[in-house]
């Protein structure tokens, strides 16, 4: 899915979090200094993200220029010389030959201040999908699975928009019938006007 999508233009961005993990893991394993190192060089990026959180975006980029890109490139020229006193087949070598293969695209949140240093929030999103997804393997036809993935965006965009997607249900279909078809965007997550019943009825 990842490489269809950058094969059609979007650019991909790399996740420290998951560069993380494979240290830590070992670091779990085995007390290995370097991993504890490289575990410690990313904890560095992350407490640069905790003072840019919530700024604009054109600051975002400015800090981490300023402040981040110094410590990626001592991590890189680190991680290539560790890379030569280690196997490459070990874990050690696979979690930085991995973090060396994804380089460009774990620099990339670096100058663009609207991309996030991991993709844990989207993770955090799709957990119900991965919990469920022998599920939806039984939608009963393909265009059933469409329609799930289709109501599966319509409650996600409910949320974000503050709506409790029960609540947001439950008004749609008692307006549906009412509505006109070139008035149904009035029902969309950010234009529809709830009123206090209709949310205190689905909690």
């Not at 779990?28 to 840019?52: D, F, N």
């Not at 030959?97 to 799709?126: C, H, P, T």
């Not at 029960?166 to 509505?179: M, P, S």
Request: glycine letters at 8%; hydrophobic letters at 40%.
């Amino acid at each position: 899915g990842y490489n269809l999508a950058v094969e059609q233009g979007v650019t991909r961005a790399g996740c420290w979090a998951h560069v993380r993990r494979k240290f830590h893991d070992i670091a779990e394993a085995t007390q290995g200094p370097v991993a504890i190192e490289a575990i410690e060089r990313i904890k560095q990026l992350y407490l640069i993200e905790k003072q840019v959180h919530g700024l604009p975006p054109n600051e975002r980029a400015r800090i981490r220029q300023e402040q981040a890109k110094p410590l990626l490139d001592d991590f890189h020229a680190w991680l290539d010389t560790t890379l030569r006193q280690c196997s490459k087949g070990s874990a050690l070598g696979k979690a930085i030959n991995y973090a060396r293969k994804q380089w460009d695209s774990l620099e990339l949140y670096v100058d663009d201040g609207r991309v996030e240093i991991d993709n844990n929030a989207a993770e955090r999103a799709i957990r119900p999908l991965a919990l469920g997804r022998k599920n939806h393997l039984f939608a009963g036809s393909e265009d059933g699975g469409h329609y799930g993935a289709a109501l599966y965006s319509i409650m996600g965009t409910a949320k974000l928009n503050g709506i409790d997607p029960k609540a947001y249900l439950t008004a749609v279909f008692k307006r549906i019938n009412n509505t006109p078809i070139n008035q149904v965007d009035q029902l969309l997550p950010w234009n529809i006007d709830m009123d206090s019943t209709e949310v205190s009825e689905a909690v």
